[in-house]
């Protein structure tokens, strides 16, 4: 099934999810990776996190008269396993990334783990049509930084659903 | 000089080299699952986006190492350290790099800061290899002390036990580079060096090819697939090389390699001239 959505998410479109189902994603979405989870976790999160999608994404930036995105596929996931619990108790709807995480706690929270392909940063950005903000990026520079996306259907897989589906519990 | 070694790296994080495009379109053809079709496409796409428009392919441009077989006659050879260094301080400003190196203590961004390892040889012809190394693959990375009673199937154990544990994360399809023999460093960097060879090519003692075979053929019978989603193709090659071992020792170093395989080789004629491939 492929279906389209645009954020931020309800939790009444992500129970219609399963894993392994197609979705086109569109609107605003927030990167997070190590740095950027220690400070959310810490000082709030700097943008609305009802309904948000974080992508675990570092990106490479070309500043011109604004920043553009140049390549930003997924990092990591499993890194962020350890916030996973307070950052969707704080009411995130979706995570995108790769290699998968802990399946329970989305099941528990009710959001969806969206995977992308890594490595395939070239392809993502042309999903992405514009930096809308940048939050921390003094202090965490660029890779860390918590980058504000306007994407435009971002081909994703979901790779956890809301019940705690995995795809990926039968390969680990 | 400094041109030749930016344009080196460009062509490293910009353009995945021949051999890994071909082994990544016969897992295409190989795997049917909807999954791991997505992923496959994805990748052939990214990699096609990236040569076109000179972008790097992964947002991951590494940690970006050096391999420099210094030949003691060449007369540039005095400059090559400060010539590295410019030549990434501008690659990371004009392609542009993600800056990817980070002080442990503070946490600040540093830029890209290279890693060089250095082997003087006989002659006249300096020889660079450049591998800009991603994180998450990075971070599957393994040493073993083994016992040599363990031997080679101690090897092959703690391989697949890794390649298990690391499932979805190192970008799989993987290419695995594994040092068998010498010191804990030794092996480790053997390792790391190892996935410098062409895909396919196996290694000249028959023996080790045997051995890197049958690890790439169980490997791929695990099941964990592309990006970790399942599939048939966990990794696209096995790379071993060894060295001799202290009596007491069977060190294994693993290093895991993303199917964004980014190298690039760069060799300079005493008289300064300067050839680049892949």
Do not use: D, W
């Given at each position: 099934m492929a279906v389209e959505l645009t954020t931020p998410l309800s939790e009444r479109e992500i129970l219609k999810l399963r894993a392994g189902d197609v979705v086109y994603l569109s609107?605003?979405?927030y990167t997070a990776r190590d740095l950027a989870h220690m400070k959310i976790i810490k000082e709030g999160a700097p943008f609305d996190p009802r309904g948000a999608v974080i992508y675990h994404s570092g990106p490479v930036v070309r500043k011109k008269e604004n920043f553009e995105i140049v390549s930003a596929g997924p990092t990591t996931s499993a890194r962020m396993n350890k916030y996973l619990d307070k950052i969707l108790d704080m009411g995130v709807k979706g995570i995108i990334g790769k290699g998968g995480m802990q399946p329970e706690p989305f099941g528990?929270?009710?959001a969806v783990y969206f995977a992308f392909t890594g490595g395939a940063g070239s392809l993502a950005a042309k999903s992405i049509r514009r930096v809308v903000e940048v939050y921390w990026l003094e202090e965490l520079g660029i890779p860390e930084a918590v980058w504000v996306l306007d994407v435009k259907d971002f081909p994703l897989i979901v790779g956890i659903d809301a019940f705690g589906n995995s795809l990926y519990s039968n390969h680990r | 000089m400094e041109e030749a070694i930016l344009e080196a790296?460009?062509?490293?994080?910009?353009?995945?080299p021949d051999d890994v495009v071909k082994s990544l379109q016969e897992a295409y053809k190989r795997e049917n699952t909807p999954t791991a079709k997505f992923n496959l496409e994805n990748i052939l796409k990214a990699i096609e986006i990236g040569e076109k428009e000179r972008i790097p392919v992964c947002q991951d441009t590494?940690?970006?190492?050096?391999?420099?077989?210094?030949?003691?006659?060449?007369?540039?050879l005095g400059m090559i350290k400060e010539l590295?260094?410019?030549a990434l301080e501008k690659a990371t400003r004009e392609i542009p790099l993600r800056p990817n190196s980070i002080n442990v203590l503070t946490n600040k961004n540093l830029g890209n800061l290279p890693i060089v390892h250095w082997e003087l040889v006989n002659g006249d012809r300096i020889r660079i290899a450049i591998l800009p190394k991603g994180g998450g693959?990075?971070?599957?990375?393994?040493?073993?002390?083994?016992?040599?009673a363990e031997g080679f199937e101690g090897v092959k154990r703690l391989v697949?036990?890794?390649v298990k544990e690391c499932g979805g994360k190192p970008c799989p399809p993987i290419i695995l580079g594994i040092g068998i023999g010498g010191s804990s460093d030794l092996a480790l960097k053997l390792a790391k060096k190892a996935l410098l060879r062409p895909l396919g090519e196996r290694h000249k003692d028959g023996r080790i090819a045997r051995f890197e075979e049958e690890l790439l053929e169980e490997i791929n019978s695990l099941g964990i697939g592309p990006m970790g989603m399942g599939g048939k193709t966990t990794a696209l090659d096995v790379k071993v090389e060894v060295a001799p071992r202290h009596p007491a020792s069977f060190p294994v170093g693993v290093v895991f390699q993303c199917w964004a395989h980014r190298k690039a080789f760069l060799e300079i004629s005493e008289n300064g001239e300067v050839r680049i491939w892949q």
């Open positions: 609107g605003v979405i528990k929270y009710r | 790296i460009r062509l490293a994080v910009t353009k995945i590494g940690t970006v190492t050096f391999f420099v077989e210094a030949g003691v006659r060449n007369p540039y590295i260094n410019s693959s990075e971070n599957c990375s393994a040493l073993a002390m083994l016992t040599p697949i036990e890794k």
